[in-house]
């Protein structure tokens, strides 16, 4: 059985700090692409991070020099860790895991960001 279980979400204020974390099962982790997207009240789903299998990053113009991703394959886990957090990074926070034409997503973990 697939399992993409994100944690870590919460309250925080402006300028604070939060590390999520996507725990899997019942997928090759280590083959695929991860990565992390958030969707916002009334907006559309966002990439923020992806990290390839390799280990390769891309961040959103909106998070870079923020945010960093990060996995464990040992783990079988990814991270978002965010700094600086500000009201407009409020959002339901996914991972996704992809390979080839396979994607999982997770539940989604909610990020609220207070003035």
């Known amino acids: 059985q697939v399992q993409l279980v994100e944690s870590g979400g919460g309250l925080v204020q402006a300028g604070g700090s939060l590390r999520l974390s996507c725990a899997t099962s019942?997928?090759?982790?280590?083959?695929?692409?991860m990565g992390w997207y958030r969707q916002a009240p009334e907006k559309q789903r966002e990439l923020v991070a992806t990290i390839s299998s390799g280990g390769s990053t891309n961040y959103a113009d909106s998070v870079k020099g923020r945010f960093t991703i990060s996995r464990d394959n040992a783990k079988n886990t990814v991270y978002l860790q965010m700094n600086s957090l500000k009201p407009e990074d409020t959002a339901v926070y996914y991972c996704?895991?992809?390979?080839?034409?396979?994607?999982?997503w997770g539940q989604g973990t909610q990020v609220a960001v207070s003035s």
């Open positions: 996704r895991y992809a390979f080839l034409r396979v994607n999982y």
């Open positions: 019942g997928i090759r982790f280590s083959i695929g692409d």
